[in-house]
Nanobody, 124 residues
Framework: QVQLVESGGGSVQAGRSLTLPCAASGRTFGDYGMGWFRQAPGKEREFVAAINWSGVTTYYADSVKGRFIIFRNNGENTLYLQMDSLSPDDTAVYYC?????????????????WGQGTQVTVSS
């Protein structure tokens, strides 16, 4: 069984930065691609960023490109999302998830394990 636990959320002012860690259990973390999604109140859960198993290849939603960085430490079974230049539009619950083998990096249904989420609130 895989467990994913996000942390690092909080309330910040616009323009500030936050880094979200996602700690994974199990010995297969380094075998899978991983992703971050977010869900704002009243909206669908949307793709934010993803990374392949080795960390070499990354993908970003247009809305966060150039401001967010996804990276991973396979030795520590941890995924990260560094978020810079935050804006109120980034306010959401952020979720990390494990991509199914062979699945799309961008489609929510192609992820099989999810964390419980961590709230990020950005004030203007």
């Amino acid at each position: 069984q895989v467990q994913l636990v996000e942390s690092g959320g909080g309330s910040v002012q616009a323009g500030r930065s936050l880094t979200l860690p996602c700690a994974a259990s199990g010995r297969t973390f380094g075998d899978y691609g991983m992703g971050w999604f977010r869900q704002a109140p009243g909206k669908e859960r949307e793709f934010v960023a993803a990374i392949n198993w080795s960390g070499v290849t990354t993908y970003y939603a247009d809305s966060v490109k150039g401001r967010f960085i996804i990276f991973r430490n396979n030795g520590e079974n941890t995924l990260y999302l560094q978020m810079d230049s935050l804006s109120p539009d980034d306010t959401a619950v952020y979720y990390c998830a494990r991509r199914k083998e062979g699945g799309s990096y961008f489609i929510r249904s192609d992820y099989d394990y999810w964390g419980q989420g961590t709230q990020v609130t950005v004030s203007s």
